[in-house]
Nanobody, 123 residues
Framework: VQLQASGGGLVQTGDSLRLSCAAS????????IGWFRQGPGKEREFVAA????????TYATSVRGRATISRDIAKNTVYLQMNSLKPEDTAVYHC?????????????????WGQGTQVTVSS
């Protein structure tokens, strides 16, 4: 499974961004997709996840209410809509795929990782 994350950029506090994660490869549509981020000097942390059908989602407390994860099955793409962005959202955002753990918040359950897209929020 190959994952391509895109949509990052430089924005101001309060702005919105939509990140995309395009999946390809054998059985890629059967995988749950999670978003993780790693800010400068910080450990990687969970952001949001969605199961293969789009029927189950999980969010980190830090983004709940500001983020929406969704899935376009026809395009085999997962989106992360981030609103009301804050400087603390600044990070490299990675998408990852797992086949068995559903909308998991644990990075150890993910089997494949994309290369990441940079999000920078200026104050």
């Amino acid at each position: 499974v190959q994952l391509q994350a895109s949509g990052g950029g430089l924005v101001q506090t309060g702005d919105s961004l939509r990140l995309s994660c395009a999946a390809s490869g054998r059985m890629s549509s059967s995988y749950a997709i999670g978003w993780f981020r790693q800010g400068p000097g910080k450990e990687r942390e969970f952001v949001a996840a969605i199961d293969w059908s789009g029927g189950s989602t999980t969010y980190a407390t830090s983004v709940r209410g500001r983020a929406t994860i969704s899935r376009d099955i026809a395009k085999n793409t997962v989106y992360l809509q981030m609103n009301s962005l804050k400087p603390e959202d600044t990070a490299v955002y990675h998408c990852a795929a797992n086949l068995w753990a559903g909308a998991s918040d644990s990075e150890g359950t993910y089997d494949y990782w994309g290369q990441g897209t940079q999000v920078t929020v200026s104050s």
